[in-house]
């Protein structure tokens, strides 16, 4: 498995694996507003996407995005958030996901980002457990509400000692 820059010729592919994953793992319904969102994030060139490929297939990806780009969770220019981490089914159990993590932290750092940060769902256990193992803490003062009934997790890593 290989960790590149995604091609603009592969988005409407990342973005069919981040729908697809979420809404396999039942944390994106079919009607939410969010799907054309996840399926956009970082195409306008707003972000780096990162993909997993195998064999020359496609087994996951995650982007980067920079302030002021980023979500709520990033609160200045020595931040930056990792956004729509997602495994496609057959890239699943093979690493892939903690590969994505290792790839977009370590670009981050190369960057100078002092701060990476995160928002995710409080069912996204796996997710949580992955970002622990790469380090990532917990930031409660930083979950926030997109939305009415939805509440989002904020974790963060600081990488000033990766640079």
């Not at 496609?88 to 903690?98: C, D």
């Not at 002092?114 to 930031?139: K, N, S």
């Not at 009415?148 to 990766?162: E, W």
Request: proline fraction near 5%; hydrophobic fraction near 40%.
């Amino acid at each position: 498995m290989i960790i590149r820059a995604a091609l603009p010729s592969e988005f409407a592919e990342i973005g069919d694996i981040r729908v697809s994953a979420y809404q396999a793992d039942g944390f994106l319904s079919a009607s939410s507003r969010y799907a054309s969102t996840l399926r956009g994030l970082g195409t306008a060139g707003d972000g780096h996407i990162l993909v997993a490929v195998a064999d020359g297939q496609i087994l996951g990806t995650v982007m980067l995005q920079h302030w002021p780009h980023a979500g709520q969770v990033v609160l200045g220019p020595d931040e930056a958030e990792i956004r729509a981490l997602a495994v496609a089914p057959g890239g699943r159990r093979r690493g892939t996901g903690r590969a994505l993590i290792r790839a977009v932290t370590d670009q981050a750092a190369s960057e100078g980002i002092r701060h990476l940060v995160l928002c995710t769902q409080p069912d996204m256990r796996a997710a949580h457990q992955l970002y622990e193992q790469a380090g990532f803490h917990r930031l409660p003062e930083r979950d926030w509400s997109p939305e009415p009934g939805v509440t989002l997790l904020g974790y963060g890593l600081i990488l000033a000692d990766r640079q």
